[in-house]
């Protein structure tokens, strides 16, 4: 027998063995262990959260108390880390003890994968109630069975008019219904003498601002994924009520129009917002634009009111969203992380501050009604939104936000009027979903 | 005594040996092993064989990017060796202030290209922006630019031509190398500029072309930032973080080029798998183009250059 190993076969082996090596880089799961009821936490902890600056700051305060009321624990922060530098991190065995994110689309990845840990045994064992949380913030920090996450504060959306623009058209109070919201756009739409658009009342494509199609959903209660996790957008008929209603509106004005006019506008989060400029009289926006027109145009007049609906009786609601914490699977201290997320998302007093002075809801019941929160009428409506039962969010998926962002592609073609067929589209459109959400699982 | 040579000479080659092994062979190995399988950074991959392969086949995104890739590399990569070439034997003709435009010509090189591309957003934005305020007063109704499907990807390779300096360089040296007892000899027969172009400069400098062309083509195939920036930008969805993704190919997927599409659907979607896939079909096709050109020139010119 020729022991000499063919040219062809070395590269295999070569080959082989480089990727034993590179499959060998990746960490393995770990068994999860808490420790019994009662005993002491101790240890130091590190927390990565996104804040900078300003908010930053805030969180420091907060995790000083934390420190203070629990002194054996000493607590490492690192502001400004991002999601994907969290995933690396937990990828490569090195994760943060606790990682607090702005994006729930990574919660179904985290779950499913693992890579945050079931948070249910830490909940039993101090018995916390889940149910002090809001139902909706409830639903984007777990999937697949596993709470692997806790809200940290929310985000809810409504419709911000202008109140002068209102005046001028002869309009008392906001649209409650797309009909209404269709009627008052024409009658706030101002052109210029040569047929351009110099005000719109409603400014309806979807890949405007915060237009896109997950913060409309909750006007007609579309459903985006079907029990099983399939895409839910063909089956759905409230889609269709929404886009019918959405295009009519965009081929009163023209789409070239719109887009023109569009691309005239400021920048979304500079002073020269088109709300805040009086470019567009109505707008989707969240709570936090409430700051924004505190700071860049105090002299704007303007109410905030739910998202308009297709239907009267499911009018109240909107979009909500939020930041999500939860503790890495190769956490260095779990039970000192736990006692921290504890602190940070059920403890109403805490909750009450970070509210405050980060100006986003407050995600428990009694923090909810707490009398030392700042909430003046405004913030109240949005309090009002994010407590409503017709409010939804966008369901966790693993992978991800892919079925948000392939949807947001037909919608864009749609508004562009590439799609003819609307039933068939959005049959194209679920196969589409179905198969972007398989890319990665 | 050889043996000795031997390992002296590979002690001196190590540095760079170990830098291609671990910055090179081994992503590069890693790369096709992640290839075929599926894989999210945060679980064991799964070995799924050629399945991200096959997927790409009938990837509807990917076809699109593609599209999208293609025509920058036909378009942009002839645009900017043209205006190079042009713009270098312009500056070859200054009797006077040669350096200074030559240092105003190159300058734009050296802007990071998120800034700058967040510059000509601005300059070139409809309504507000100065170019279509100035075009507007010869009495032109300056186009949509970045917002337009159609005027998106003219408007990167126009920002690409203003930031050209980088191979304007190395064909300015090309230029003035050229012997000038050629252009005398040329111009002794009786050839016209035309012909001192065409018959002298342009053979001359078929080489400097070559590399153009072969670092322009990889560089196009790989453009991400600028594309991923004037979507942002021009959408007025200026986020930062995770968002991102959500505005990348505005105006209407006009601007959405392969890498986009290979980082949101690894990075975003979770299908590291399926973007190393990409990755190294990527890798595959610069390679070939540049084989491609490399002989092609080889044959064209008839010598080995």
């Known amino acids: 027998m020729n022991k000499r190993i063919p040219p062809a076969r070395k590269t295999v082996i070569a080959a082989a063995a480089a990727l034993l090596v590179t499959a060998a880089c990746t960490p393995a799961p770990k068994e999860q262990k808490i420790a019994d009821p009662g005993t002491?936490?101790?240890?130091?902890?590190?927390l990565w959260h996104f804040f900078t600056e300003r908010e930053a700051a805030a969180i420091d305060t907060v995790v000083k108390e934390f420190e203070n009321a629990h002194p054996k624990i000493r607590v490492t922060v690192k502001a400004g880390q991002d999601d994907s530098k969290m995933t690396q991190a937990i990828g490569a065995g090195n994760g943060p003890d606790i990682g607090l994110s702005y994006s729930t689309d990574i919660v179904g990845k985290f779950c499913s994968s693992g890579a945050w840990v079931d948070l249910s045994a830490y909940l039993k064992r101090d018995n916390v109630d889940v149910n002090q949380l809001n139902a909706t913030t409830r639903q984007y920090t777990e999937f697949g069975g596993k709470r692997c996450a806790m809200p940290f504060l929310a985000d809810a959306y409504g419709l911000f008019y202008n109140r002068d623009l209102f005046t001028r058209a002869g309009l008392a109070g906001p649209p409650k219904t797309l009909a209404e919201l269709t009627d008052y756009a024409k009658k706030l739409t101002v052109k210029n003498p040569d047929g351009s658009l110099k005000t719109v009342g409603f400014l309806p494509l979807f890949d405007f601002y915060e237009n896109a199609g997950a913060h409309l959903a909750p006007a007609v209660g579309a459903k985006w994924l079907t029990p099983d996790g399939k895409s839910a957008v063909g089956t759905d008929p409230a889609w269709k009520t929404l886009l019918t209603w959405q295009k009519d509106l965009v081929d009163w004005y023209g789409y070239e129009n719109l887009r023109t006019f569009r691309a005239?506008?400021?920048?979304?989060?500079?002073?020269?917002?088109?709300?805040?400029?009086?470019?567009?009289?109505?707008?989707?926006?969240?709570?936090?634009?409430?700051?924004?027109?505190?700071?860049?145009?105090?002299?704007?007049?303007?109410?905030?009111?739910?998202?308009?609906?297709?239907?009267?009786?499911?009018?109240?609601?909107?979009?909500?969203?939020?930041?999500?914490v939860g503790i890495s699977k190769n956490a260095k201290n779990p039970e000192a992380a736990w006692e921290l997320i504890k602190y940070l998302t059920t403890n109403d007093a805490t909750i009450v501050k970070l509210a405050n002075s980060l100006k986003n809801i407050p995600t428990t019941t009694k923090s909810f009604t707490d009398p030392a929160?700042?909430?003046?009428?405004?913030?109240?409506?949005?309090?009002?939104?994010?407590?409503?039962?017709?409010?939804?969010?966008?369901?966790?998926s693993s992978s991800g936000p892919a079925y948000q962002e392939t949807f947001q592609t037909f919608l864009t073609n749609w508004q562009a009027g590439k799609v003819k067929d609307l039933d068939a589209?959005?049959?194209?459109?679920?196969?589409?979903?179905?198969?972007?959400?398989?890319?990665?699982? | 005594m050889r043996l000795r040579r031997n390992l002296t000479t590979l002690s001196f080659l190590a540095p760079a040996l170990v830098g291609i092994a671990v910055f090179f062979l081994y992503p590069l190995l890693s790369a096709v092993y992640f290839s075929f399988t599926k894989f999210d950074l945060l679980t064991v991959p799964r070995w799924v064989g050629p399945a991200n392969y096959r997927r790409m086949a009938e990837d509807p995104f990917l076809l699109q990017s593609i599209r999208n890739t293609l025509w920058m590399v036909v378009v942009f990569v002839p645009v900017r060796i043209i205006g190079a070439i042009g713009l270098s034997m312009l500056l070859t003709q200054l009797k006077r202030g040669a350096g200074f435009f030559?240092?105003?010509?190159?300058?734009?090189?050296?802007?990071?290209?998120?800034?700058?591309?967040?510059?000509?957003?601005?300059?070139?934005?409809?309504?507000?922006?100065?170019?279509?305020?100035?075009?507007g007063h010869l009495g032109i109704e300056g186009p949509l630019w970045f917002n337009s499907p159609e005027w998106a990807k003219p408007s990167l390779v126009l920002l690409g031509l203003w930031g050209i300096g980088d191979i304007m360089i190395i064909f300015l040296a090309a230029v003035l190398g050229v012997s000038p007892s050629l252009y005398e000899a040329a111009s002794l027969d009786g050839a016209n500029a035309w012909h001192r172009f065409r018959y002298v400069?342009?053979?001359?400098?078929?080489?400097?072309?070559?590399?153009?062309?072969?670092?322009?083509?990889?560089?196009?195939?790989?453009?991400?930032?600028?594309?991923?920036?004037?979507?942002?930008?021009?959408?007025?969805?200026?986020?930062?973080?995770?968002?991102?993704?959500?505005?990348?190919?505005y105006p209407e997927g006009s601007t959405f080029t392969y890498p986009l599409w290979l980082y949101t659907a690894g990075f975003r979607y979770n299908a590291l798998g399926y973007a190393n896939a990409m990755a190294v079909a990527l890798f595959v096709v610069a390679l070939a183009v540049t084989v491609i050109l490399l002989r092609r020139s080889k044959a064209f010119s008839g010598e080995d250059q």
């Open chain 2, 201 to 249: 400069t342009l053979p001359s400098i078929r080489p400097v072309i070559l590399f153009a062309a072969v670092t322009g083509v990889i560089y196009t195939l790989q453009y991400f930032d600028q594309a991923a920036v004037a979507g942002s930008i021009a959408s007025g969805q200026a986020v930062t973080g995770g968002g991102i993704s959500t505005s990348f190919g």
């Open chain 1, 40 to 46: 002491e936490v101790s240890g130091s902890v590190e």
């Open chain 2, 102 to 135: 030559r240092t105003i010509f190159y300058l734009p090189a050296l802007a990071p290209p998120v800034a700058a591309t967040i510059a000509f957003v601005y300059l070139l934005k409809p309504g507000t922006g100065p170019v279509n305020t100035a075009l």
């Open chain 1, 425 to 441: 589209g959005l049959a194209d459109a679920d196969k589409q979903i179905n198969s972007v959400m398989t890319l990665g699982g």
């Open chain 1, 264 to 324: 005239g506008l400021g920048d979304e989060f500079s002073a020269d917002n088109a709300f805040q400029k009086g470019k567009v009289a109505m707008n989707v926006d969240a709570e936090y634009r409430l700051a924004f027109v505190k700071d860049q145009a105090p002299t704007l007049k303007y109410g905030v009111a739910p998202i308009p609906a297709s239907d009267p009786a499911h009018y109240g609601g909107g979009y909500v969203t939020g930041n999500i």
């Open chain 1, 373 to 396: 929160l700042a909430a003046d009428p405004d913030f109240k409506t949005f309090m009002d939104i994010f407590a409503n039962p017709n409010s939804s969010t966008t369901p966790p």
